[in-house]
């Protein structure tokens, strides 16, 4: 079907797809630009009984997607058999709700164990070799050298992909697969296998080198005292590339890996004391980068506070060559303006971890509002950007949206847009505050829609426009204030705002208000 509108016409049957302009990344589906505003359920929350529990959090957030995990365990049970049930149920559930669906594959590495590799697997540590310590102790993970373990990921990864080709290939509910889970080794800095340590006494591949431009040598002079965490991530990117290929031969979703991330404030990197080894963390991502092929992007999982350290994060995975894509983030009031801070750092989604009570509810309760106080910020922000729906993401793709969080070292308050500048203001506007005591609530979102307007919106927070750089003898005036909704990716406007409403500054209190803005000179 042919779907023409403002962009342009669009294929409503066209694959999920990540579309890179100038550095700009989007995910487009259905032919345009998407942001996911995700939830992910918990671990064991995706199986066909429990799965009506978890879609009231999802509804009440009002996400777009929800990230559910495929267990490999469940999935082949015995070697070559593949059990659908879960999968299948996952899909048909989301569609009756709406919803589009990421997909995790809980395979070789889940929290950089094995826990979600079959009871085959588990039980065969010669045909499934472990990783083995410093000491010769076998650890919690596998040797990302078994080369039968790869088949064997390999093969079933494939057959779920083959899979989702035959119930989505039309319909594309599932978006994007996560392909892993926050892989790495929590036991030891590398694999100490008779495997890994001929490879280890060898030189660095070629492959590698030329990639990232290193001289000849082995892992210990040209990498130093990092050598044992580089081999583990060669080894382990190059991997789950394999695996990630094998399932894009059968059907080419967009693929990522979600990382368990390092805080950007230890300056000593020691995996795997506070980190898994080999992860793609921000001090092996250049060398991820180099080895991955069929992966299409890594995103960090953001369970670290503060601000400052989000926005850090943000920017190390915000690259030229990297789309940013947030798949968890602690569900904590304060981590609910977050999607904003995405949104204006280009990003093309976020998602928020452990939405669902399934574990704490023996049976399906009436869940209302108030079956979710946590989700509370997460649904007031969700709310306005899901309603803002298709235009956002097709602003954030063009590069014309910016934020401002309180909080937040005030120089960020001022976000610049050619002739123009908004000037975000949090004290004493934040009626916010009441709702969520002692958090930083106040958050503003501004859009470039056109030359000289702007959409706005936010929360506890006011705005206001003032020229960049005026002429000597040029001066500014509001044309015009709209507030209003957008139903169906049309702004509707309910009135104009005019006098006290925006003299001086457009106030944004708890309600989620959208306004548009026009500016003018004289
Ligand atoms: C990160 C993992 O990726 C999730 O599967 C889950 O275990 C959370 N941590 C729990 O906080």
Not at 269 to 292: E, F, I, N, Q
Not at 311 to 336: K, M, T
Not at 391 to 419: I, N, P, S, W, Y
Not at 482 to 500: A, I, M, S
């Amino acid at each position: 079907m042919l779907v023409c509108g403002t962009l342009g016409c669009a294929s409503a049957s066209e694959m999920p797809r990540l579309v890179q302009e100038q550095g700009r990344y989007s995910l487009y589906v259905d032919g345009q630009p998407f942001f996911i505003l995700g939830g992910q359920i918990h671990n064991s929350s995706a199986w066909p009984a429990v799965l009506p529990q978890v879609w009231p959090a999802l509804e009440f957030i009002h996400a777009n997607t929800v990230e559910a995990p495929v267990y490999w365990e469940q999935l082949e049970p015995q070697p070559g058999q593949y059990d659908f049930t879960n999968v299948d149920a996952v899909v048909d559930q989301a569609r009756e709700h709406k919803l589009h669906v990421v997909l995790l594959w809980f395979g070789t590495w889940k929290n950089a164990r094995c826990h979600y590799v079959p009871e085959w697997i588990k039980g065969d540590t010669v045909r499934y070799p472990r990783l083995m310590d410093a000491s010769g102790r076998l650890t919690d993970s596998l040797s990302p050298l078994g080369t039968e373990t790869l088949e064997a990921d390999k093969g079933a990864f494939a057959a779920l992909m083959r899979h989702l080709k035959a119930i989505d290939g039309e319909q594309h509910t599932v978006l994007m697969v996560q392909v892993e889970n926050e892989s790495g080794s929590l036991d030891s800095v590398r694999d100490f296998s008779p495997a890994a340590q001929k490879l280890y006494a060898s030189t660095v591949p070629a492959d590698l080198a030329r990639a990232m431009n290193l001289p000849l040598g082995t892992w210990d002079q040209v990498f130093g005292s990092s050598a044992g965490e580089r081999f583990q991530a060669y080894t382990t990117a190059r991997y789950i590339d394999q695996v990630a290929a094998a399932g894009k031969r059968e059907y080419p979703l967009p693929m990522y890996v979600n990382v368990w991330i390092r805080s950007p404030d230890d300056f000593e990197p020691d995996p795997p004391r506070s980190y898994p080894s080999g992860g793609a963390t921000d001090v092996v991502l250049d060398l991820w980068k180099a080895v991955v092929h069929s992966i299409d992007l890594i995103g960090p999982d953001i369970y670290l506070s503060g601000d400052s350290t989000y926005r850090r994060v943000l920017s190390a995975y915000r690259r030229p060559d990297n789309a940013l894509f947030v798949p968890e983030n602690n569900n904590q009031a304060i981590f609910a303006r977050y999607p904003f801070s995405v949104l204006g750092e280009g990003g093309i989604g976020f998602s928020v971890f452990g939405v669902d009570h399934v574990n704490t509810w023996s049976e399906m309760e009436s869940p209302t509002a108030s079956s979710f106080p946590e989700l509370v910020p997460f649904e007031r922000t969700f709310r306005v950007l899901s309603s803002m729906g298709r235009e956002l993401a097709r602003l954030t793709f063009a590069g014309k949206v910016k934020t401002a969080l309180e909080g937040e070292d005030a120089t960020t308050h001022v976000m610049e847009f050619g002739r123009w500048k908004a000037i975000a203001t949090f004290a004493g506007h934040d009626e916010g505050a009441h709702s969520f005591p002692n958090q930083p609530t106040g958050v503003v979102l501004v859009g470039e829609i056109a030359a000289d307007e702007f959409v706005v919106t936010g929360f506890g927070s006011s705005v206001e426009f003032i020229l960049n750089h005026p002429g000597l003898k040029e001066r500014w005036q509001i044309m015009k204030v709209e507030e209003g909704t957008y139903e169906d990716g049309q702004w509707k406007v309910r009135r104009w705002l005019n006098g006290d409403e925006c003299d001086f500054r457009v106030d944004f209190g708890d309600a989620g208000r959208i306004i548009h803005v026009k500016l003018g000179t004289y």
